[in-house]
């Protein structure tokens, strides 16, 4: 049962825009937008002095279901997600099992429609075991597919170490290929250095030096290059260095590209300073880089060499970070709290309202082709969240909705908080609330 909502008085920031109007939600759409006058059975919401945005669009997670749920699930996640504004998330395959079939991915979606309260789609895994049945499917069925994260199922798991996957990949996929960037005969090669120098345990503040800027460059460099050789259509999933960023082009609109990128936000918030602070907490593959390398991706950003903004939410328990170099898994959870970290650029004047709404939903929808998704047009799926820029808060245990309980950013102030998120027209968070009874949608795509 979809509501009749109206916002009234919002600032509106939407392509390119802002402006104080009223946005009326009926269906599960975006009725009208402009000065509306209520009737009796609207639901009015007052959101004057509040920012409305599009829903944010999260093109790169891992919610861990199935398989890993002692982590998260697609419950727990996007419920996490949703109280930081996320209406709709795009998940990666490293599950167990690793989504490398159709079976497998029917599954997921079967068990996202059942719990997942934001919006969802999901990357079929493809890696050297699988590629051959890949090759033969029509992957312009899938959002996308991609090798993130299948590296911790086994070495050599990774495409931009395998050429000649690659490039068969390359060859004969219609879809978006999204890969994860790293030579691993580079990695592994620092790995043997550093573990003759301080033995198993590591220290933290090194991972940058073994995931190191070489290794990153160099496996970009060459993914490219075969793209551009098949006119595949490439996306390199989270970018850490200012070396690759020289690597993209921002002279095409983002519909017409063919090589296209991402910033993950914690790559934009740490850097290699925080380590001596957070240990093995802010270990992620790839590694959270120099001061400046985050300024080179957020002047990429701004400049629209990288395309969109993504969380790479990886929740780990406490347990599973809190030992040593080799042991400690790599990744965090972030997705509750992206666009609060987005906010607080916006409060120090380093980016417009207009570019992270740009970057973190328009750009999404656009990449990914989604049906009706990224943007406050009538007709669309009325995905908006309402934001009080101008509201203080500390990100502490006892307001996480992570299943694993933690976070990197615990301590810290936000000067933004998120007030309501609306899902297919659906008002599911408010000011600390939540109403379950609708669950997200399957996102539609188009070719």
């Not at 069925?141 to 299948?150: N, W």
């Not at 931009?160 to 219609?174: G, H, I, V």
């Not at 503040?205 to 290794?215: A, E, M, V």
């Not at 960023?245 to 300073?273: A, R, Y």
């Amino acid at each position: 049962m979809y509501e009749n909502i109206l916002i009234r008085n919002a600032t509106v920031v939407n392509e390119g825009k802002s402006f104080i109007g009223d946005v009326l939600l009926a269906d599960g759409r975006i009725e009208q937008i402009g000065t509306i006058d209520p009737e009796p059975h609207h639901q009015v919401i007052d959101a004057t002095g509040k920012h409305l945005f599009p829903g944010i669009i999260d093109g790169q997670v891992h919610f861990r279901d199935p398989g890993l749920t002692h982590k998260g699930d697609l419950y727990t996640e996007s419920k996490a997600a949703i109280a930081g504004g996320v209406t709709s998330f795009i998940d990666m395959p490293n599950t167990v099992p690793n989504i490398l079939t159709i079976e497998s991915l029917r599954d997921k979606y079967e068990i996202a429609s059942k719990k997942s309260l934001a919006n969802y789609s999901f990357f079929l895994g493809v890696n050297a075991d699988n590629i051959d049945e890949v090759i033969k499917m029509d992957t312009s069925q899938f959002i996308g597919v991609s090798d993130d994260g299948l590296y911790f199922t086994k070495k050599g798991n990774l495409l931009a170490d395998q050429p000649e996957t690659m490039e068969k990949l390359f060859a004969n996929c219609s879809s978006i290929i999204a890969i994860h960037s790293e030579k691993e005969e580079i990695v592994e090669e620092n790995e043997r250095l550093f573990k003759e120098k301080y033995g198993a345990d590591i220290p933290a503040k090194f991972h940058p030096l073994i995931r190191n800027t070489k290794g990153c460059y160099e496996a970009t460099k060459r993914a490219i290059e075969l793209a551009k050789k098949h006119q595949a259509r490439l996306h390199i999933l989270h970018l850490t260095t200012e070396a690759e960023t020289h690597l993209f082009q921002n002279d095409l609109p983002l519909q017409d590209k063919k090589i296209t990128t991402e910033v993950s936000v914690h790559h934009l918030w740490f850097s290699d300073k925080d380590y001596d602070r957070l240990g093995m907490l802010i270990k992620w593959n790839p590694a959270i880089k120099t001061k400046e390398d985050r300024a080179g991706l957020f002047k990429a950003l701004l400049d629209d060499r990288i395309d969109i903004i993504t969380t790479d939410h990886a929740p780990h328990t406490l347990e599973e970070k809190e030992q040593a170099y080799f042991q400690a898994m790599s990744g965090a959870p972030m997705v509750q709290h992206t666009l609060n970290c987005m906010l607080e650029f916006y409060k120090q004047d380093l980016i417009s309202l207009e570019k992270i709404v740009e970057k973190m939903c328009h750009n999404p929808a656009i990449l990914y082709k989604m049906t009706h998704r990224g943007f406050i047009r009538k007709g669309y799926y009325a995905d908006l969240t309402l934001v009080d820029l101008n509201k203080n808060w500390t990100v502490a245990k006892d307001n996480l909705l992570y299943k694993c309980g933690w976070s990197p950013l615990e301590g810290t102030l936000f000067q933004t908080e998120i007030q309501q998120t609306f899902v297919n027209g659906h008002l599911v968070y408010d000011k600390g609330h939540f109403s379950e009874e609708q669950k997200g949608k399957e996102i539609e795509f188009g070719t």
